[in-house]
C-alpha cells in the first residue's frame, strides 16, 4: 500500500507507526496543532461540513496552477481528534495533485496504528473527511 | 472514607443533592486523598490539552466499552480501570467532562452498573471549569494502584435492552432525548462513510421527545429543581414511581436525562437503553414511528 501513497502521506503514515502507542497521540495532537488556520478570505465563507466528523469539522479543496490540490480545513480547538486527522491530511495532500490525491486510497490511515489509542469507529472519519475532498476535486473537473 | 456533600444552595433543591458538587467544592477539595476525579470526553484528545489538576482520564470507546464485543467492561476490567487511577471501592469520584456532560454522565452511569457507592458529576463540566479561568494543567498524573474489587455489573437496574424496549412500549413511558429531527427520522442522511451508520429513521413508537438540552443552562449546569419539574412532571405528566426508559442515539446523551431523572428529580425506576437508535434503527423488524406513518 505504501507505495501508492503520495510521498508527504507515506512519511506521515511510516511516522505514526514506527512509534509507540502513548506517542502516537502526542503526534496526533502535534498535526493538530500544525493545522493553519482558515486564510482570511475564506473567513465566514460557507464550507463543507463533514457530518461523519462528531464535531464540525468544515473542508473546502481548491485547485491551482491546473494540478495542484490546495486544502482549507476549519475544526474547533475543542475537537483535538478531528483536528488532528484534519492536520494529516494537510501535511500529507496539500500540495500534491490532482491524481495524487484522488488515488490515496481511502482507507490510508489504516496503517497508522491509529485505531488503537482513538478506536476504530472514529478513525472512520478520516476515511470520509478524504472522500469529502476527492468529491469537490471531482465536482470541480466536472 | 467519602467526602461531605456540597451544601450549596442549588444543589440543596434536587432529589439527591449529594450526586452533584460545584467547581467551588471540587476547588476547595482537590488533593484531598478520599477525591478521585475523573475527566471523560467525547473527543479522546481533549484531556491531553489540559485538564484540572490531578484528574485522571477515562475515556468512554477505550475504557469503558468492551472494545471487541458492544458492551461495557467486565467486572475484573472495571477494577483494574479504578485500580489504574487510584480509585479505592470507598472513593469519592468526581467526573466531569466537555459537551455538556455527556460522556461524564455516561461515566458515572457506567460506574453505576458496578455500584460504586459515592460517584459524582461536576455540575456545568469542563466548560464551567475553564469559563471561571480555574486551574487546567497538561502535567501527566499518576496514582499508586489501589485494590479495587471484582464487583458484578447490575445489567438490570439502569440499564434497558432491546426487549425491555419493545415490552415498554405501551406499557410505560419511553423518553427519546435525541433532537426533534432526529425523532422525526428527517436526519439520518450521511453520505460516504456513514460513522454509526443507521439504516432507519423515526423513533420508538409511543416515545414522547424530550430533547436532552432541555436540562441544562448554556453554561453546561444542569437547570434548577423546578425547572426541570416543570418539565419531566407538570409538561411530560411523569411520576417519580414510573417506570422510564430513556434513549438517544449510543446512549450518551440519554445517560445525561437518566442522570436528570434518577438524581435530580429523584425517580426509582429509570433504565438507560444505551443499544439506543444504533441498534434499534438497525434492527430487524422491530416497531418503528415516522410522522407520516404515524
Not at chain 1, 462528531?54 to 490546495?70: K, N, Y
Not at chain 1, 489504516?110 to 472512520?124: I, K, T
Not at chain 2, 467486565?74 to 467526573?95: H, K, M, N, Q
Request: charged letters at 25%; aromatic letters at 8%; a negative charge.
Amino acid at each position: 500500500m505504501a507505495g501508492a501513497l503520495p510521498p508527504r502521506l507515506n512519511a506521515i503514515v511510516e511516522e505514526f507507526a514506527d512509534v509507540d502507542r502513548t506517542e502516537r497521540l502526542d503526534l496526533l495532537l502535534e498535526y493538530a496543532n500544525g493545522l493553519p488556520d482558515l486564510p482570511e478570505r475564506m473567513q465566514g465563507q460557507e464550507l463543507e461540513r463533514v457530518h461523519e466528523c462528531q464535531t464540525p469539522l468544515f473542508v473546502q479543496a481548491e485547485v491551482e496552477d491546473g494540478d495542484v490540490v490546495r486544502l482549507y480545513f476549519q475544526a474547533p480547538d475543542e475537537a483535538p481528534t478531528s483536528k488532528g486527522f484534519a492536520g494529516i491530511l494537510h501535511a500529507g495532500l496539500d500540495g500534491a495533485t490532482v491524481d495524487e490525491v484522488l488515488g490515496t486510497p481511502s482507507e490510508f490511515a489504516s496503517g497508522m496504528g491509529l485505531a488503537d489509542v482513538v478506536s476504530p469507529l472514529r478513525m472512520r472519519s478520516v476515511g470520509a473527511i478524504l472522500a469529502r475532498i476527492k468529491r469537490q476535486l471531482v465536482d470541480r473537473a466536472a | 472514607m467519602p467526602l461531605p456533600a456540597d451544601t450549596d444552595p442549588k444543589l440543596q433543591e434536587y432529589a439527591h443533592p449529594e450526586r452533584l458538587v460545584t467547581t467551588d467544592w471540587l476547588a476547595e477539595h482537590l488533593g484531598d486523598p478520599d477525591l478521585v476525579v475523573v475527566e471523560s470526553n467525547e473527543d479522546v484528545l481533549l484531556y491531553r490539552t489540559g485538564h484540572i489538576p490531578g484528574a485522571h482520564h477515562v475515556d468512554w470507546h477505550l475504557d469503558l466499552n468492551d472494545t471487541v464485543m458492544r458492551d461495557y467492561v467486565s467486572p475484573e476490567g472495571f477494577a483494574a480501570l479504578c485500580s489504574a487511577r487510584g480509585i479505592r471501592r470507598d472513593s469519592t469520584v468526581v467526573v466531569y467532562g466537555d459537551n455538556f456532560n455527556w460522556w461524564a454522565a455516561y461515566a458515572l452511569w457506567v460506574f453505576s452498573l458496578f455500584g460504586h457507592p459515592d460517584v459524582r458529576l461536576l455540575d456545568g463540566g469542563r466548560a464551567k471549569w475553564i469559563a471561571e479561568g480555574r486551574e487546567m494543567t497538561t502535567d501527566a498524573v499518576t496514582a499508586a494502584p489501589s485494590d479495587y474489587p471484582v464487583v458484578e455489573r447490575d445489567d438490570e437496574t439502569i440499564r434497558a435492552f432491546k426487549e425491555d424496549v419493545l415490552a415498554h412500549i405501551g406499557n410505560g413511558p419511553l423518553v427519546d432525548v435525541r433532537s426533534p429531527q432526529e425523532f422525526s427520522g428527517e436526519l439520518l442522511h450521511m453520505p460516504d462513510y456513514p460513522q454509526e451508520g443507521v439504516q432507519r429513521g423515526g423513533h420508538v413508537p409511543t416515545a414522547r421527545s424530550v430533547p436532552w438540552k432541555r436540562a441544562a443552562n448554556d453554561d453546561g449546569s444542569f437547570k434548577s429543581a423546578d425547572d426541570l419539574k416543570a418539565i419531566y412532571a407538570d409538561e411530560q405528566g411523569l411520576r417519580e414511581g414510573d417506570d422510564v426508559i430513556t434513549y438517544c442515539r449510543i446512549g450518551e446523551r440519554s445517560s445525561h436525562t437518566w442522570f436528570v431523572l434518577t438524581h435530580l428529580l429523584g425517580f426509582d425506576h429509570v433504565r438507560n437503553y444505551d443499544g439506543s437508535w444504533v441498534e434499534w434503527g438497525n434492527a430487524v423488524r422491530v416497531p418503528i414511528e415516522k410522522p407520516e406513518t404515524a
